[in-house]
T-cell receptor, first 109, second 114 residues
Framework: QKEVEQDPGPLSVPEGAIVSLNCTYS??????FMWYRQYSRKGPELLMY????GNKEDGRFTAQVDKSSKYISLFIRDSQPSDSATYLC?????????FGTGTRLQVFP | DTEVTQTPKHLVMGMTNKKSLKCEQH?????MYWYKQKAKKPPELMFV???????INESVPSRFSPECPNSSLLNLHLHALQPEDSALYLC?????????????FGNGTRLTVT
């Protein structure tokens, strides 16, 4: 079993849709969970950073962690074409981040 | 623009060349990282420097040689690379290697080995 599993997509949605991106992980010791957004030919950009279980909201983005089921989610409300990118989940400590394979999202006008 | 600056943006080198990648951050971060990313794959950790000392080397071949001259600068020296080393090389920094310090990435150097 891979340490982090993420559906590679691509996921194609219309502008304004609610997007749900998900990852599962296997190591129950993980306590820190990050989501990165990566545009084509750019480096990953930190979107959300959460600790332990629960929700965290930042504007149109909500990160959700369920440690009991080892499941993490990123919700994007009112999606925009500018949200078109690859989204990488990354549970773990800073020097032991395990990146998911990334989900490619395309938001069409 | 990111707060982690990498130069050059693109690099083409032959297998016998020696070149260096450079990374600079002015966020006062004390940990710096090199990652390698192949197309459509996630970043893979290569090296971690904490307080200017190499703390993690993920069994990277010796043709890659990292250097941290000071807390703001990180270099990656390249020598006798192979075509399969062609990739996006990402530098990142964080406040420390502790758990409460997310990584901030630069935009990378796209390396092509011919």
């Amino acid at each position: 079993q891979k340490e982090v599993e993420q559906d590679p997509g691509p996921l194609s949605v219309p502008e304004g849709a609610i997007v749900s991106l998900n990852c599962t992980y296997s190591n129950s010791a993980f306590q820190y969970f990050m989501w990165y957004r990566q545009y084509s030919r750019k480096g990953p950009e930190l979107l959300m950073y959460t600790y332990s279980s629960g929700n965290k909201e930042d504007g149109r983005f909500t990160a959700q962690v369920d440690k009991s089921s080892k499941y993490i989610s990123l919700f994007i409300r009112d999606s925009q074409p500018s949200d078109s990118a690859t989204y990488l989940c990354a549970p773990g400590d800073t020097d032991k981040l395990i990146f998911g394979t990334g989900t490619r999202l395309q938001v069409f006008p | 623009d990111t707060e982690v600056t990498q130069t050059p943006k693109h690099l083409v080198m032959g297998m016998t060349n020696k070149k260096s990648l450079k990374c600079e951050q002015h966020m006062g971060h004390r940990a710096m990282y090199w990652y390698k990313q192949k197309a459509k794959k996630p970043p893979e950790l290569m090296f971690v420097y904490s307080y200017e000392k190499l703390s993690i080397n993920e069994s990277v071949p010796s043709r890659f040689s990292p250097e941290c001259p000071n807390s703001s600068l990180l270099n990656l020296h390249l020598h006798a690379l192979q075509p399969e080393d062609s990739a996006l090389y990402l530098c990142a920094s964080s406040g420390g290697t502790g758990r409460n310090s997310p990584l901030h990435f630069g935009n990378g150097t796209r390396l092509t080995v011919t």
